[in-house]
């Protein structure tokens, strides 16, 4: 199964959210992230799903999504070259000389600490999906208290010039 990332615009009217999202579960696919947001034109979204699935169930998710009304254009980002990144944060035990090694993993990382009391630490990260799947990999020996996630957003590249 790999790993796709769709981005679709929508027109921004009430239910739109809810007709894409009932067309993957209406269908038994899973969505793993979803971020929405409006775009650059008024009146218009941009959804980016996350979904893992195999070329013939992908193949069948765009053309579902096309049918719907208020899609207005679906691209998946599997064959293109894109910009994808996600945010996190990392709430994690940080006792006594534990901490010496989470503030250097930060730093590997270059995360950010946006808070710390005395026993815990909450780290910010912005990567893309292995960045943060190796983040959480290795900040899992610390002992892990809780994590937040937005989901990815991607873009197209830019053509370079030649």
């Not at 796709?4 to 696919?29: I, Q, Y």
């Not at 944060?89 to 930060?106: S, Y």
């Amino acid at each position: 199964m790999q790993r796709h990332v769709l981005s679709v615009l929508v027109e921004n009217e009430p239910g739109v959210l809810s007709r894409v999202v009932g067309l993957f579960s209406g269908r038994g696919f899973n969505i793993d992230s979803l971020n929405v947001a409006p775009s650059l034109e008024e009146g218009v979204s941009h959804m980016t799903i996350t979904t893992y699935g195999d070329s013939m169930i992908l193949e069948q998710i765009m053309k579902q999504l096309h049918k719907i009304v208020s899609v207005i254009k679906v691209m998946d980002f599997a064959d293109i070259a894109a910009v994808e990144r996600e945010m996190m944060f990392v709430k994690v035990q940080a006792e006594g000389p534990m901490r010496g090694e989470i503030l250097r993993t930060v730093e590997i990382f270059r995360c950010k600490v946006v808070d710390v009391s005395t026993n815990e630490m909450t780290i910010e990260a912005t990567g893309d999906h292995g960045k943060l799947e190796a983040i959480i990999s290795l900040l899992q020996r610390f002992g892990i208290k809780e994590l937040a996630r937005t989901g990815s957003v991607a873009m197209r590249r830019s053509k370079k010039v030649d």
